[in-house]
């Protein structure tokens, strides 16, 4: 990507506050997960990381930066639209950390469409297979796993509030993120697990320039804000380190915006 984004490589500086914490964290390759992935490193946690097979050379980047911090990193490539492969993932990421105590559903699939009659049901069926069915899947096999004072962080979108015209699809599923999010904090208060979501606006990720957004809007993306400018993936971070933290023991079924000023209901 030119410009290349910022994951906080050279600027995130921890203080402990993820200390012996063990993270699972789906897309942690790129974009907002590489932050995220960082960030709870350096914070003082162990991260499995799950991406793509074809993302192998960035998830090896990413898990450098972790063992760079004094953390351990297990990788985990597979096709999380795949039930089975969503059941491995979690156990393997048990099996290697040796336990779970946070669980990060990040990755996401977004392409733009102008038309809904150039949407198919095959690019449909892979965009809810990837943000929903894959959370749903990885998220049921993790519960039993997590014990009270574990935390859930669910990547939603500005999109779930103000859709955009041409990602009908990702909005659609980003807006049930949001609902699933906060009906399932309610489920498991009583067993002693958080569960949050956050919802970026305009960051400059990947997920944007790799069929995201259209040309025309990526010449001048996020130049909309007030702050007129894509946020950074390091810049929305410590949101995830927050909700994750024990002293973030009474947030819960709560919806934290990074829009750069543009707002949100």
Request: proline share 6%; charged share 20%; glycine share 12%.
């Amino acid at each position: 990507m030119n410009p290349p984004p910022d994951h906080g490589e050279k600027s995130y500086r921890g203080s402990g506050r993820l200390a012996g914490r063990k993270a699972l964290v789906t897309g942690g390759d790129s974009g907002i997960g590489r932050a995220a992935v960082i960030a709870f490193a350096r914070e003082g946690a162990d991260v499995a990381i799950s991406y793509l097979p074809a993302e192998e050379e960035d998830a090896q980047q990413v898990a450098a930066l972790v063992r760079e911090a004094g953390r351990k990193v297990v990788l985990l490539p597979g096709d999380i639209r795949d039930a089975g492969f969503c059941r491995k993932l979690v156990q393997d990421a048990v099996d290697g950390l040796g336990g779970l105590d946070i669980l990060v559903n990040n990755a996401a699939r977004q392409h733009h469409h102008d038309s809904i009659l150039d949407l198919s049901e095959e690019d449909f069926d892979w965009t809810v297979r990837t943000n929903i069915y894959a959370m749903f899947w990885i998220t049921k096999a993790a519960v039993p796993h997590l014990k009270p004072g574990s935390a859930i962080v669910n990547t939603s979108s500005v999109n779930a509030y103000q859709p955009s015209e041409i990602l009908l699809d990702y909005a659609m599923t980003k807006a049930a993120i949001m609902n699933f999010s906060k009906g399932l904090a309610k489920q498991l208060a009583k067993r002693g697990i958080r569960v949050n979501a956050v919802a970026p606006g305009p960051f400059w990720t990947p997920l944007q320039v790799a069929g995201g957004q259209t040309e025309e809007n990526l010449k001048n993306f996020g130049a909309q804000t007030p702050l007129g400018r894509p946020g950074q993936p390091a810049e929305i971070a410590p949101i995830y380190v927050q909700l994750a933290a024990a002293d973030g023991s009474y947030i819960t079924g709560q919806v934290f915006g990074a829009s750069g000023g543009a707002g949100m209901p």
